[in-house]
């Protein structure tokens, strides 16, 4: 009888845990969309200075949570972002505002993906 009190135990410590994860993975990623969003209506009005600066927000934020998100989430997801966001600044140094709106699109299908693959869902355990 014990065994089993201590599996229940350790069974909703560890649901807890994955309820708190999943929620600030969610609340990361709409924040990332949000700046992300914000960076492309920039792009389209040909603000160039002020998609960089939004890029370099971004980027701030991104750091100030890279320990949070390379523990609750796949390593290399976090690398892809930062990847994506380089490639997304020189497409903006350049001026570039079709290749930068397109790699502005490919960060946002990141962003919106993220939560997902780590929601609580049978398909994400098995």
Known sequence: MKSFVVAIVLFACILAGSVVSTKHIDDVSKKMLEKNRSIAQMLEDNNFDGAKEGVGELEDY?????????????????????????????????????????????????????????????????
Do not use: C, M, W
């Not at 320990?67 to 976090?78: G, K, P, Y």
């Not at 903006?92 to 939560?115: C, M, Q, V, W």
């Open 62 to 126: 991104i750091h100030q949570k890279r320990s949070a998100l390379s523990t609750t989430i796949d390593h290399t997801q976090v690398i892809a972002i930062e990847l994506q966001l380089a490639e997304l600044r020189q497409y903006i140094n350049g001026e570039k505002k079709e290749d930068a709106l397109a790699k502005n699109e490919a960060l946002n299908t990141l962003f919106e993906h993220l939560p997902q693959n780590y929601e609580l869902k049978l398909r994400n355990i098995l």
